[in-house]
């Protein structure tokens, strides 16, 4: 057997131990961990969805109508009418042909990448992005390229050294460390020349960017038939689980080939009619997403003004360059200290160590107040 304290001491040596921290609140703005009162700068929750009165409600008649577990998978009995009822209302969203329920975006990875491509395929993915595209890919039979973060000229290079029949190129549109988004018009038009796949992760895009539509509406890309959106649930909508939104005839080949969705039980109805009242909310409503975007602008402009390196952001996901694993750590201490929950993001899920904030719309002045003096005083 390996030597498991071994390699935990090691760990710890390396300060790179990590430890689960649990909540004995609600997900908000402010959270209690440990029974002290935290301003929260590290949730997904970018809308205050979790908590929504609509959202909640929704769930509450759903659990009433269809109980509470589903049971089984999709392909047995697990669905009720309410995931083909999501499943129309995000395509509409979308403006896809079709959609198809995951249960988790890590899920969704490593079902679908590998369902869309074969050993006479080659996969182009991007150096940052997300861990669960890095496992869709080890899935996958296809040859794998890796191109340097958002290098456009690497990526043609990779594709026109390539002498496989299919080509699929798989990007996160934002990136969920750095905050930055992926030059999705020239990825675009790359695809379009060497007919390629494209896949797009709007994790955290989707509720954030383009309107609350994600990454296509933002660059005012129209979805194509060799397009497919991915997104989660469970980042600015509030709630779990994702989905895959494109043209039926894929969408019908992931529901016969995607593992995850074949052999696993799909998600409770409660949960899918959770989803369905957040999609109904933020197409109807943008408040919420100015709300964001104003938040997410005070801090930003506070924290450039304070000299920090904010590395390559562009949206409500705002890393701080701190140097090294220590001084992050340090720094997170230091802000855990004074009330502020955020996190120290280390190798290997980073090359470079950070503090990662993330701003809600739900964060108030006085919340942004704090962590702007804590850093001031820094
Ligand atoms: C969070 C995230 C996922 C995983 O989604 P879960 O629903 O949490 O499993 C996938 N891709 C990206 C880019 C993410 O940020």
Not at 131 to 141: T, V
Not at 165 to 173: E, M, R
Not at 224 to 243: D, N, R
Not at 296 to 324: C, E, H, V
């Amino acid at each position: 057997m390996i030597d498991y304290f071994k390699e935990l001491e090691i760990l710890k040596k390396i300060k790179n131990y990590r430890k689960i921290m649990d909540r004995l609140s609600k997900q908000g703005s402010r959270i209690i961990i440990h029974n002290r009162e935290l301003i929260n700068f590290s949730s997904n929750d970018y809308l205050g969805l979790s908590n929504h009165p609509y959202l909640i409600k929704k769930v509450f008649s759903a659990i009433e109508k269809y109980g509470y577990g589903s049971s089984a998978s999709r392909l047995l009995s697990g669905g009720t009418i309410l995931s083909s009822k999501l499943e129309k209302a995000i395509s509409k969203f979308k403006n896809t042909e079709s959609a198809l329920i995951f249960n988790t975006g890590y899920s969704a990875n490593t079902g679908i990448i590998p369902a869309l491509t074969n050993s006479e395929t080659a996969i182009f993915s991007d150096e940052l992005n997300h861990a669960s595209i890095i496992d869709g890919c080890r899935l996958s039979k296809a040859d794998k390229f890796i191109y340097i973060h958002k290098d456009i000229s690497h990526l043609e290079k990779l594709i026109k050294d390539s002498n496989k029949k299919h080509k699929l190129i798989v990007t996160d549109s934002v990136f969920s460390m750095d905050g930055d988004i992926a030059p999705l018009k020239e990825i675009f038009e790359i695809c379009k020349k060497y007919e390629a796949l494209l896949y797009i992760d709007d994790a955290h895009a989707t509720g954030v960017i383009g309107n609350g539509k994600g990454s296509l509406s933002h660059f005012n890309i129209k979805p194509e038939p060799w397009i497919i959106q991915m997104s989660t649930f469970s980042k600015a909508l509030g709630s779990y689980g994702a989905f895959a939104a494109g043209a039926d005839k894929i969408i019908k080949w992931l529901i016969n080939t995607s593992r995850s969705l074949i052999y696993s039980t799909t998600l409770p109805p409660c949960i899918v009619a959770g989803n369905l009242a957040a999609i109904e909310l933020i197409s109807k409503d943008i408040s919420l997403i100015n709300k964001l975007w104003e938040n997410r602008n005070k801090l930003y402009l506070a924290l450039k003004n304070l000299g920090f390196d904010t590395m390559s952001s562009q949206t409500p996901i705002i890393p701080i360059k701190t140097g090294s694993v220590e001084n992050t750590l340090k720094m997170s201490n230091y802000l855990y200290k004074k009330g502020i929950y955020a996190p120290a993001i280390r190798p290997p899920t980073v090359k470079e160590a950070r503090i990662r904030f993330t701003v809600t719309s739900v964060h108030n002045d006085e919340d942004l107040e704090i962590l702007i003096d804590a850093l001031k005083k820094l």
